[in-house]
């Protein structure tokens, strides 16, 4: 199954991003635009994992990452795109507040994903949430980050992290298969 650890968002700050984004959503070059109940704030990317196998393991070195992280408070702030040079290829929305706290629970994760015997990327943590993604010889807009540079959504708790799997194919979708509160283990 293919797996990532995240922070959902509330329905509120998707709402609101969803409402400055649907005026860029039909521009000519605008990338294939993910639906916002998919938007979401990744930890880790864990990708293929042996159900059997690490997924005990690793539900309970979740429980242990965050059993000490105190909730933090984040908000969806501006936009970029991916790679900084060359092709754009995904859109997304920046991340301010507690980055700190949200870097080290990130980490937190990964540390969790390696104790349970999966590989993760070593790839620096970049607080952000996808968008839309380009196709490779897409004529992308090189602009369109710029039209939501000065967009900031509401405050939001983040409270508990959510173990996700990801079903790939013609509609996408998420199944959360474990949730842990911040400072309290799993649920």
Known sequence: MRLFVAVALPSATRDSLAAAVAPVRERSGSPRWIPPERWHITLVFLGEVDEAV????????????VDDAAPLRLQVAGAGRFPDGGAPRVLWAGVTGDLDALTELARATRRAARASKISVERVAFRAHLTLGRWRQGDDADRDIDATLADYRGPEFEVTEIVLLRSHLGPKPSYDQIGRWTLGSGPQ
Do not use: D, I
């Open 54 to 65: 690490a997924l005990p393991r690793l539900h309970r070195a979740l429980a242990a990452a």
